[in-house]
């Protein structure tokens, strides 16, 4: 069953992958240069964002390395990466008004946020096992062609939860970000060309999303067509 369709398949999403993560780095860089007219800091600007949508219940934590942040939904907490939590820039306040997003949707419990939020424990296992079986079914196609169809049955399964998981994420992103350019532009942080260049930042994070979903769907396909390929067989 093992062919070099899958490869091809991984190579070309990774190629786009690469260019779509190199393209927004390239955006975040330059953004990250443009300093904010408000002044205000991404603390500042998380800070600000949740106290207007009533949310006193979340910490913001700066955490280490670069496009790191995130919003956890067990702890509460708003994490910005260094520059993000220190900078006045248009990417800081983009970024941290993003993640707050994904607090105010936490907090009015929109209903996509809850279901990922559900789905994560289930994923990481089948992250986990897919990366281990990968291997395994190298083997078992050769040598033992009767257990290929268990094993792709397997694969369909992990792959199915993967999939819906990278689904589900885009709108919770592109409303995380819909959120926070709304209040941007409502709080007068984000003013002319700023408000422009924090809505080009955001809509480049939003490929990566986009990307990931389409190399999943891509996956998926292409285990469903290795199992109805063995049964015609």
């Not at 800081?92 to 419990?109: D, F, L, M, P, W």
């Not at 709108?171 to 984000?190: K, M, N």
């Amino acid at each position: 069953m093992y062919d070099p369709l899958l490869l091809v398949i991984s190579l070309v999403f990774m190629g786009i992958g690469l260019l779509v993560n190199s393209r927004l780095k390239s955006k975040f860089s330059h953004y990250s240069h443009l300093r904010l007219l408000s002044g205000l800091s991404g603390k500042q600007v998380a800070e600000k964002m949740l106290r207007e949508n009533g949310i006193y219940d979340v910490r913001i934590t700066s955490v280490n390395g670069v496009l790191t942040d995130h919003y956890n939904p067990l702890e509460k907490t708003v994490n910005l990466s260094h520059d993000v939590y220190n900078g006045s820039s248009i990417s800081s306040a983009a970024v941290a008004a993003h993640e707050c997003g994904h607090a105010v949707q936490h907090a009015t419990a929109y209903p996509w946020l809850s279901m990922r939020s559900k789905l994560v424990p289930a994923v990481q296992i089948a992250s986990n096992a897919m990366s281990f079986l990968t291997l395994g079914l190298f083997f078992i196609a050769y040598l033992s062609p009767a257990l290929t169809n268990t094993m792709l049955l397997l694969f369909i399964v992990l792959q199915g939860a993967i999939t819906i998981f990278s689904l589900i994420t885009l709108p919770v992103e592109i409303d995380a970000s819909r959120r926070a350019l709304a209040w941007l532009d409502r709080s007068g942080i984000t003013r002319f060309e700023e408000h422009d260049g924090a809505k080009d930042a955001l809509k480049w994070a939003a490929y990566t999303y986009l990307v990931g979903a389409l190399a999943s769907i891509a996956s998926l396909m292409y285990y469903i067509w290795g199992f109805t390929s063995n049964n015609r067989d």
